[in-house]
């Protein structure tokens, strides 16, 4: 075998990013840290090769700006509906009937973001599985995949997953930073793995984890503007950087960054029925 890195290395500066289509899985175009150049970050990202983004909701207070990025660009913006875990407050079933009534006055993608956060704040814990609970329902009654938002909560969502699960439940583990059998239960549940910049930072060590993922359970994310991958790393994150992330999963996996795109593409197309 030739040297591997310098054959990435250029490899990766030659490729025509016009050739290449990529999708950002997550991300949140629709808040205020765009409001000052939104286009521009759309722009950057077409060229860049990102064909689509999709768009998870947060509460209702985003809905309207998620809703008028999507009426500007059709073809490229996708909308998610759902309730965070960190906006489960005490009038989450206000919001939850928020959410279903947009399901049924439009198309969505997904039932997102949902899940559980621990990390923030715990005083909400019993109304965060409630909620979470709840729009599993949704998911099942629209069959809509389900975007999961697991933060220090692992333990709690695969207790809920295991009793949840069946054969059409289908979705996402939003930012999976989990160990090797976690992500086998995630496979066996047919579910994806969304990766994301932590994959690009150093002694995150799930470099190593996703080297034992088959690639065609992995879709690729942003989470802009949070969580911008090396070496973009600290910055706003921008849908633009997907390409460092699709690199990196290249390196890892010894295969080409065109393969990346192509299998993680179909991956999101399948998923979302794009
Ligand atoms: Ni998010």
């Known amino acids: 075998m030739p ?9 990766y500066v030659c490729i025509d990013f016009g050739n290449m289509q ?38 209702s207070s985003t809905i309207e700006p998620l809703l008028s990025l999507v009426n500007k660009y059709p073809d490229f913006c996708f909308p998610m509906m759902g309730l965070h875990p960190t906006s489960v407050k005490e009038n989450f079933r206000e919001e939850l009937n928020k959410v279903e009534d947009w399901l049924n006055k439009r198309k969505f993608y997904a039932i997102g973001e949902i899940g559980i956060d621990l990390y923030w704040d715990k005083t909400f814990k019993n109304e965060q599985e409630e909620a979470f609970r709840y729009q599993i329902d949704l998911a ?4 809509l995949p389900i975007i999961i938002h697991a933060r220090e909560s692992f333990d709690e969502i695969f207790r809920i997953m295991n009793e949840v699960i069946d054969d059409k ?9 989990g160990n090797d059998n976690q992500a086998e239960r995630i496979i066996e549940w047919g579910f994806k793995m969304g990766i994301g910049g932590i994959v690009t930072f150093k002694n995150s060590g799930l470099d190593k984890v ?29 849908s633009a950087y997907i390409v460092h992330i699709a690199k990196k999963i290249a390196e890892i996996k010894n295969i080409s960054l065109e393969e990346v795109a192509t299998i993680t593409t179909n991956n999101a197309k399948q998923l979302f029925k794009l």
């Open 210 to 238: 996703v080297n034992n993922i088959d690639i065609n359970h992995i879709v690729l994310e942003t989470d802009a503007p949070y969580l911008a991958p090396v070496p973009k790393r600290g910055k706003r994150n921008e």
């Open 140 to 143: 099942k009654k629209y069959n």
């Open 22 to 59: 990529l999708i950002d899985t997550h991300t949140h175009l629709f808040l205020p840290e765009f409001d000052s150049d939104r286009n521009q970050v759309i722009d950057n990202a077409r060229e860049n090769g990102i064909e689509r983004v999709l768009l998870p909701n947060v509460d």
């Open 169 to 177: 439940l289908k979705g996402v583990f939003h930012a999976f930073t």
């Open 3 to 11: 040297n591997i890195n310098i054959d990435k290395e250029f490899f």
